[in-house]
């Protein structure tokens, strides 16, 4: 623990703000006039190419800048009087900019942009406390504090320097990447820097998890073995958790709970060479004498993610205490869902949003309820949604029903799954629900795939007597594994509402040993075998069959919106080998003399 004076540097004159309307204002980075078509960009979202929905019901999602304005943003918040800050990222160079933004709940065209701050160097994040915004920049932690008078003036003040080894100097002898988030809870604001890379000094950078306490200006590291937390975000109790990039010893995108002390399990480069690219060779070992911390939840990389973003604490609507992230690589928002399981959290991921301008970086909530995400991305390549890098949207609340899974809770036989609203009534058959499980394990190699993908038998289904909870019974339910859960398509609410979410995924690092949650079941089905015993095996686009020996068949293989992808037909024992078009998840029917099977074909990329 490092004990820092808060330093009171006023720069040289006030920054007094200027307006910028949408026809001359053009920040760094911006790319000119463009309407953007929702309906020609649907048929390229994960989520689409998935047999997914993409807009989340019970939401009216836009665009939320003007054509000829579009920012690439690294941070945002709201101050008391209603107006956004809009932080306008350079990356890695001088340049940054925050503005203030009137009328960001209105049409978009009347948008107003007022700069208060530039020249900020590589900033990554902002919070507003008291009407004051803090914001971290490579040469530290500073704040804009607004002064009395007409116009209205803004002075940025210097709060304290990084105490992470190699970051002391700031930009010129620090790390190429800038501090990451930066999150309130319990009167401190948290940060962290990934270890991913060596631009500083070597050897010195394990990549950290830190806190500075806004009473006392002490500064203090929490965590060690960071790789790139590119996100971050607070619950209500207060504790911390960060997202982390796929990579080396993250074979998936992990969602992590910052705990002080803690190691998370990425060994820090020694140099600068090998690790260069797109892949570290050379890093010191992991540490053998202490604990490595596995992830509170694995968030699928590939169709699903890619480069997990800030994190959002949700207050309002039927998810209010979980979190939105967003992913600056994908087309797609993340809804998080985590609980406590023998004193751990854990928890389910699902979709919340698709069809996007570009891939979110920042998100905050405004007075009125409304969801904004900032864009911000870099090149073509890992880190931007079809090339695109700028740009801000809004979800705003309807009040509809939103037709999803709602959460998904851990029991000594399964899973309990909440609905937002009551299923139908045949919606509750074991037919309708699959489950398959695997597990990741970290390597220094960059990312990995899910290993020993089973398929599980659901041994009971229960129902709640208003159809909103299930209990899903599953066979062969071990710990230390990530279930995926499946609904068949067509599934409705008892309104007749197609089911938005069809899909969650549960890490299950510890197995509740309390029954089901829910207290009033009724109606309980036993499941029959509901998996074929056919082996698939599936590949660059090609998948291969053996079905049993099971008499006279048929397999058909359809998608999750129910559309027939391929049928082939035997007798006995048999083999097929299938040219596939597309890379989403498949349900496989199989017709016998002794019944009708099914069983899930896991994608290539889950």
Request: hydrophobic fraction near 35%; aromatic fraction near 10%; glycine fraction near 12%.
């Given at each position: ?10 720069l040289?004159?006030l920054?007094?703000?200027?307006a910028?309307?949408?026809v001359?204002g ?5 790319k000119g ?13 994960p ?5 997914l929905?993409?807009?989340p019901p019970g939401?009216e999602a836009?665009l939320?800048h ?5 920012p690439?943003v ?12 809009l932080?306008?990222s350079s ?6 900019i925050i503005?203030?933004?009137d009328g960001?709940?209105?049409p ?22 008291d009407?004051e915004?803090?914001y971290l920049a490579?040469?530290?932690i500073?704040?804009l504090?607004k ?6 003036t ?5 709060i ?8 002391e ?6 790390s ?5 988030n930066?999150v309130?809870?319990?009167g401190s604001l948290y940060?962290?820097n990934g270890?991913?890379k060596n ?7 394990e ?13 203090e590291?929490l965590?060690r ?8 975000g ?9 997202t982390d990039?796929?990579g080396?010893?993250?074979?998936g995108?992990?969602v992590y ?5 803690r ?5 820090a480069p020694?140099g600068?060479t ?5 892949t ?5 070992p992991?540490?053998t004498?202490e604990p490595l911390?596995?992830p509170?939840i694995w ?5 699903e993610?890619?480069?997990?973003t800030?994190m959002?604490y ?5 998810f209010q205490?979980?979190?939105l992230a967003?992913?600056?690589?994908r087309?797609?928002v993340?809804?998080?869902?985590l609980?406590?399981v ?9 979709q ?7 891939g ?7 007075p ?5 995400g ?5 090149g073509?390549?890992g880190?931007?949604?079809l090339?695109?890098?700028a740009?801000?949207?809004?979800w705003?609340p309807?009040?509809g ?6 959460r ?10 909440e ?16 489950v ?5 394990k ?8 899910p290993l ?11 129902t709640?007597a208003d159809?909103r ?8 339910l071990?710990a230390?594994?990530i279930?995926r ?8 609410t ?5 089911l938005f979410t069809l899909n ?22 036993r ?7 056919a082996?698939?095996q ?8 053996r079905?049993p ?6 397999l058909?293989?359809v998608d999750l919106?129910g559309i027939?992808v391929s ?8 083999s ?11 349900v496989?029917?199989?017709?016998t ?5 099914s ?6 990329e889950?």
């Open positions: 623990m490092a004990r820092m004076d808060i330093h009171w540097l006023v040289l004159g920054m007094v703000p200027t910028v309307s949408p001359n053009q920040p760094v980075g911006w006039p463009g309407n953007f078509d929702y309906t020609k960009h649907l048929a390229k979202t989520s689409q190419a998935a047999g929905p993409d807009m939401f836009s939320a003007p054509n000829n304005f579009n690439l690294s941070g945002l918040d709201f101050l008391s009087d209603g107006r956004m800050v932080l306008h990356y890695t160079d001088k340049g940054s503005y203030l933004v960001a709940a209105g978009r065209e009347q948008m107003k942009f007022t700069k208060i701050a530039g020249d900020i160097l590589g900033s990554f994040g902002v919070e507003v406390l009407n915004i803090y490579q040469d530290g500073w704040k504090v002064k009395s008078g007409t116009p209205e803004w002075e940025q003040k210097f304290a320097k990084y105490i992470v080894p190699g970051m100097g700031g930009h010129n002898n620090g190429r990447y800038p501090m990451f930066l309130h809870a319990k940060f962290g270890a991913y631009f500083n000094v070597p050897g010195r950078n990549g950290y998890g830190l806190k500075l306490d806004l009473a006392t200006g002490e500064q590291i965590g073995g960071l790789r790139m937390p590119n996100g971050m607070a619950n209500a109790a207060g504790d911390v958790f960060f990039n796929q080396e010893y993250r074979p995108s992990p709970h910052l705990v002080k002390g190691h998370y399990g990425m060994a020694r600068v090998g690790n260069q690219g797109g570290m060779t050379d890093m010191f992991l540490p004498d911390y596995s509170a968030v699928p990389f590939g169709s993610s890619r480069s997990l800030n959002l949700l207050e309002h609507t039927a205490g979980q979190f967003g992913d600056n690589a087309g797609a993340h809804r998080i869902q609980e406590k023998k004193g751990e959290y854990q928890g389910a991921y699902f919340f949003s698709g069809v996007l301008e570009a979110v970086q920042s998100l905050t909530t405004g009125d309820g409304t969801i904004y900032g864009a911000l991305g870099r073509t390549g880190h931007s949604w090339g695109r890098t740009g801000l949207m809004k705003k309807t009040g029903p939103l037709q999803s899974i709602k998904v809770s851990s029991q000594r036989d399964g899973f309990d799954m609905f937002t609203e009551a299923l139908s009534a045949p919606a509750v058959a074991p037919e309708n629900f699959w398959l499980s695997y597990y990741y970290p390597t220094p190699a960059y990312g990995g795939p020993d993908i089973r398929n599980h038998k659901i041994t009971e289904l229960q709640s159809r909870t299930l209990a899903i019974s599953v066979d062969g071990e230390n594994r279930y859960i499946m609904l068949a398509p067509g599934i409705k008892a309104d007749g509402l197609p969650a995924w549960y890490t299950l690092n510890q197995i509740n040993e309390a029954g089901p949650l829910t207290t009033s079941m009724i109606s309980p089905v499941a029959v075998e509901n998996f074929s015993k082996i698939f599936r590949r660059d686009g090609v998948l291969r069959i079905v020996d099971v008499g006279a068949y048929t058909k293989l919106r027939l049928t082939v037909s035997g007798a006995g024992a048999g097929h080998v299938l040219q596939l078009g597309t890379s989403s998840p498949l496989a029917v199989l017709n003399p002794s019944g009708i099977f069983q899930i074909v896991p994608p290539e889950l």
